[in-house]
């Protein structure tokens, strides 16, 4: 199970960009298609997914980092939720103040720890839940903690805006991060808005300019559409909406991962 | 050719593959020892690494490629033999040996005998 499992990280320069919608509605539709899926929350600086599931776990993948618990007790199983073919397990961050000001005080010594806790979790996880897809969703930036995810995973999904300053940063994070760890990376483009495709010759050129500017191939392109912005932490599209645009570009990014 | 008798000369040739697969290696660490032995060092780390940095992502980042592979499959298996790290890596012991040791002279890992088996281990 091991080999022909998948550990994907969705990752960006900046935040905002949408990654905990995208790891969200990818782990549901893998779920929802029959596979065994596991999405944790390495945003320890700003957790989300609690917000959505209404989680109030045992425990913190926090406690994981610390030693204080093994990870598989970290794991929620939210399939029953949403009556899906296969399996949903998530791990949450904590978002208590307390938890938050804990994960700024550490020192690299307890980074070393962190980031082999990381990889055994990922390998126990897999192996013990019988995993077909594991999705990390990261802190944006330069964070310990996102890197951490990053060395764990077999594709490194970076999802950015396409403004000049996601474009600039990330243009660095992929030659001194994604390039160094030698990991698969493509680009998510995501909440962009028509007239930028438009202004940059249409989706095919537009993207293709991207691609040219950041050195990583294209993984989808997702226009802005404001009703996610409003429904945002509230709606699983690819469960509850499955025809909608939005749906159906997490739909192609799933077999180009599945690809990959 | 029948597909059993077909399948059969495959499962032939993997076995003979396989036998000269590990001739190979035995080979690769009688010539590592050698050199061990009469230049007391094999190789050398290919980077400058100040020494007493613990092995979190920035110093993973600024190894080169081989050498980051073997620490990353350490990291992930806690303690470990260069066999057990060959499984993971996907390379022949003999090499991944060299690197784990290139990674112990770099001040990056530490290795401890347990019986007759080295392991490899980061400190935290």
Same mark, same amino acid.
């Given at each position: 199970?091991?080999?022909? !499992?998948?550990?994907? !990280?969705?990752?960006?320069?900046?935040?905002?960009?949408?990654?905990?919608?995208? +790891?969200?509605?990818?782990? @549901?539709?893998?779920?929802?298609?029959?596979?065994?899926?596991?999405?944790?929350?390495?945003?320890?600086? &700003?957790?989300?997914?609690?917000?959505?599931?209404?989680?109030?776990?045992?425990?913190?993948?926090?406690?994981?980092?610390? /030693?204080?618990?093994?990870?598989?007790?970290?794991?929620?199983?939210?399939?029953?939720?949403?009556?899906?073919?296969?399996?949903?397990? *998530?791990?949450?961050?904590?978002?208590?103040?307390? &938890?938050?000001?804990?994960?700024?005080?550490?020192?690299?010594?307890?980074?070393?720890?962190?980031?082999?806790?990381?990889? !055994?979790? %990922?390998?126990?996880?897999?192996?013990?839940?019988?995993?077909?897809?594991?999705?990390?969703?990261?802190?944006?930036? @330069?964070?310990?903690?996102?890197?951490?995810?990053?060395?764990? !995973?077999?594709? +490194?999904?970076?999802?950015?805006?396409?403004?000049?300053? /996601?474009?600039?940063?990330?243009?660095?994070?992929?030659?001194? *991060?994604?390039? @160094?760890?030698?990991? #698969?990376?493509? *680009? +998510?483009?995501?909440?962009?808005?028509?007239?930028?495709?438009?202004?940059?010759?249409?989706?095919?050129?537009?993207?293709? $300019?991207?691609?040219?500017?950041?050195?990583?191939?294209?993984?989808?392109?997702?226009?802005?559409?404001?009703?996610?912005?409003?429904?945002?932490?509230?709606?699983?599209?690819?469960?509850?909406?499955?025809?909608?645009?939005?749906?159906?570009?997490?739909?192609?990014?799933?077999?180009?991962?599945?690809?990959? | 050719?029948?597909?059993?008798?077909? /399948?059969?000369?495959?499962?032939?040739?993997?076995?003979?593959?396989?036998?000269?697969?590990?001739?190979?290696?035995?080979?690769?660490?009688?010539?590592?020892? +050698?050199?061990?032995?009469? $230049?007391?060092?094999?190789?050398?780390?290919?980077?400058? *690494?100040?020494?007493?940095?613990?092995?979190?992502?920035?110093?993973?980042?600024?190894?080169?490629?081989?050498?980051? #592979?073997? @620490?990353?499959?350490?990291?992930?298996?806690?303690?470990? $033999?260069?066999?057990?790290?060959?499984?993971?890596?996907?390379?022949?012991?003999?090499?991944?040996?060299?690197?784990?040791?290139?990674?112990?002279?770099?001040?990056?890992? %530490?290795?401890?005998?347990?019986?007759?088996?080295?392991?490899?281990?980061?400190?935290?």
């Amino acid at each position: 199970m091991l080999l022909l !499992a998948k550990t994907l !990280a969705f990752h960006s320069y900046k935040g905002g960009t949408g990654k905990t919608s995208l +790891v969200v509605n990818l782990g @549901a539709l893998y779920a929802k298609q029959g596979a065994n899926v596991c999405v944790l929350d390495y945003d320890f600086r &700003a957790p989300s997914l609690n917000v959505l599931f209404k989680a109030k776990p045992d425990h913190w993948l926090n406690d994981y980092l610390e /030693d204080n618990c093994s990870i598989i007790d970290t794991l929620v199983d939210e399939s029953a939720k949403f009556n899906l073919r296969g399996k949903l397990w *998530v791990g949450f961050s904590n978002p208590s103040l307390e &938890a938050l000001k804990n994960v700024m005080s550490k020192d690299r010594r307890w980074e070393v720890k962190a980031l082999s806790r990381t990889l !055994a979790g %990922k390998k126990q996880i897999i192996e013990e839940k019988k995993i077909d897809y594991l999705i990390f969703d990261t802190s944006p930036g @330069a964070q310990y903690s996102s890197i951490n995810a990053l060395a764990g !995973a077999d594709i +490194v999904s970076l999802v950015m805006k396409a403004d000049e300053f /996601d474009l600039e940063g990330t243009k660095e994070l992929s030659k001194g *991060v994604y390039e @160094a760890l030698g990991r #698969k990376s493509g *680009v +998510v483009l995501n909440k962009i808005p028509l007239e930028q495709i438009a202004a940059g010759g249409g989706a095919e050129k537009f993207g293709k $300019t991207i691609e040219a500017e950041v050195g990583l191939p294209l993984i989808d392109m997702i226009p802005c559409m404001c009703e996610l912005m409003a429904m945002g932490g509230k709606t699983i599209y690819t469960l509850e909406k499955p025809d909608h645009t939005f749906s159906r570009s997490i739909a192609r990014i799933s077999e180009t991962l599945r690809n990959m | 050719m029948s597909s059993r008798s077909a /399948d059969s000369a495959v499962v032939d040739l993997l076995r003979k593959l396989n036998r000269n697969v590990e001739i190979v290696s035995k080979k690769l660490d009688k010539l590592i020892e +050698v050199e061990r032995s009469s $230049t007391g060092h094999f190789g050398r780390p290919t980077v400058d *690494v100040p020494e007493g940095l613990p092995l979190d992502v920035t110093t993973l980042l600024s190894l080169p490629d081989h050498l980051r #592979k073997s @620490a990353i499959a350490l990291s992930s298996l806690g303690e470990a $033999t260069a066999t057990d790290l060959s499984k993971e890596t996907a390379r022949v012991r003999a090499v991944e040996s060299d690197y784990l040791n290139q990674l112990v002279s770099m001040g990056l890992i %530490k290795k401890k005998r347990k019986g007759r088996d080295v392991y490899f281990y980061i400190e935290t």
